[in-house]
């Protein structure tokens, strides 16, 4: 069974500063994982994904994430807040094959001007 | 079209009244998948399709939920008798599944929702 747990349900960043949104998992085989970003009214859109290549993964719009498999962590992280990044975002775990996605309850990033 | 597409978007079912959500995947993906989104959650599986055959349903919450992708197209999630609790974002997400594990892992494109209120 795989789950996944995003630490903060809101987190809230001044523009210019550090996001970093966290993301632990779990699964009983190696996992895939992915960030999703969701505005408002719209579908998910995928921002990275890890698929057992390079453990740090750069996505669209700046963001990053590594996977650490001692800390069963996948942490979103982006240097400098913008304003447009102000969304959720969805952690979500799957196996190999790709038949689903479990995703977390999300967090939703709030960016001050 | 590109993308994915759901309709309608939006949907007001009164209790007791059955409704159907339709899923346009994007062209020639074999894979289709149908999530639910309660308000204030992450989406929830609900059911799989490869092609026209539904490989797995466990999601679906009762048996008032029916999916089927007769033609390997096109996607219908029909809900039977609905209650207040079926209010929810309905998604549904394609892909291309090729390369499903060898390390080429198939992306889901996601439509962009039919909202059901149930009322």
């Known amino acids: 069974a795989q789950s996944v747990t995003q630490l903060g349900s809101h987190v809230s960043v001044s523009e210019g500063a550090l996001v970093l949104l966290r993301c632990n998992y779990s699964s009983s085989v190696p996992p895939y994982l992915f960030w999703y970003v969701q505005y408002p009214n719209q579908g998910l859109q995928l921002l990275l994904k890890?698929?057992?290549?390079?453990?740090l993964v750069k996505g669209i719009n700046g963001f990053e994430a590594e996977f650490k498999k001692s800390e069963t962590s996948f942490h979103l992280t982006k240097p400098s807040a913008h304003m447009s990044d102000a969304a959720e975002y969805f952690c979500a775990v799957s196996d190999p094959y790709g038949n689903k996605l479990v995703f977390g309850a999300g967090t939703i990033l709030r960016v001050k001007s | 079209g590109a993308g994915v597409s759901q309709s309608p978007r939006y949907k007001v079912a009164k209790r007791g009244q059955d409704v159907a959500l339709r899923c346009d995947p994007i062209s020639g993906h074999v894979s289709l998948f149908w999530y639910q989104q309660a308000l204030g959650q992450g989406p929830e599986f609900l059911t799989y399709f490869q092609n026209e055959a539904q490989l797995d349903k466990s999601g679906l919450p009762s048996d008032r939920f029916f999916a089927e992708r007769p033609e390997g197209s096109v996607s219908t999630l029909k809900i039977q008798r609905t209650q207040q609790e079926d209010s929810a974002v309905y998604l549904c997400a394609s892909s291309l599944a090729e390369g499903a594990g060898l390390g080429i892992y198939p992306e889901a494109f996601f439509g962009q929702g039919t909202r059901l209120t149930v009322v």
């Open positions: 890890y698929t057992s290549a390079a453990t």
